[in-house]
């Protein structure tokens, strides 16, 4: 049965908090009403920290990580190592990554990826510009750090192929990522781990 809502204004703003990932029409009921409970500055405050975001955010030229300026402060950090790069489907995994404090070098956020059943292919991902960063010849190392499920697999294996020509290292984190995990919901302990006892991809994939 639909729900009677007494205002339309108010069936509405339902309707579009909604549309966000996880948030069922109950959910976003109980956030609006808690909204409507606060001060106007809090929810004027709210409205403006969204719009400035969508507006105003940017992505980095080189990884393509969210950022306030054409280029991010990892990417302009002289301190991280800059001949190894840590490939991530999101900003999300950039973060999750950082918070372990075991990674060094730079990153290349993809995007997503590649899943046939969702109408992603590679020329939806930013895999080109990866391998234009990998072809200029200062990049030794590429870790791969999607997520254990068959589409970060078959991403795995795309881009591997792409970087094949290239004098470049290609690794991918450890397996203490249980298969079919998602990279930003392990533990930073697990995760950092795996990222320092990362292997060779050939050696991970008998091919």
């Keep these: 049965m639909n729900q009677k809502y ?7 703003a339902v ?4 549309k966000l ?8 009921l109980r956030l609006i009403l808690h909204l409507l409970r606060q ?3 809090m929810v ?4 403006k920290a969204l719009v400035e975001l969508k507006h105003g955010v940017k992505y980095c030229h080189v990884c393509h990580n969210i950022c306030d300026d054409d280029v991010c402060p990892i990417c302009m950090d002289k301190s991280r190592d800059a001949s190894t790069i840590c490939v991530v489907e999101n900003i999300k995994e950039v973060m999750a990554i950082e918070n372990t404090m075991q990674f060094k070098g730079l990153y290349h956020v993809l995007g997503g990826i590649i899943s046939p059943i969702d109408g992603i292919g590679p020329s939806d991902l930013e895999i080109e510009s990866l391998v234009e960063r990998a072809s200029k010849g200062d990049i030794k ?3 791969l750090a999607l997520s254990t499920t068959m589409e970060g697999d078959t991403t795995n294996f795309y881009i591997y192929k792409k ?4 004098n470049v290292r290609v690794s991918m984190i450890a397996r203490g990522i249980s298969i079919g995990d998602e990279i930003e919901y392990a533990d930073e302990v697990t ?3 795996s990222i320092l006892n990362r292997t060779l991809f050939n050696e991970s994939y008998k091919m």
Excluded at 6 to 12: I, Y
Excluded at 23 to 28: E, H, M, Q, V
Excluded at 44 to 47: E, G, K, M, T
């Design 21 to 28: 990932p996880g948030i069922g029409r109950k959910t976003a």
């Design 39 to 41: 001060d106007d500055s």
């Design 44 to 47: 004027d405050d709210f409205s």
């Design 191 to 193: 995760l950092g781990r």
């Design 141 to 143: 190392e590429i870790i």
């Design 163 to 166: 970087l094949s020509p290239y």
């Design 15 to 18: 309707n579009e908090f909604a």
């Design 6 to 12: 007494p205002s339309a204004l108010l069936e509405n």
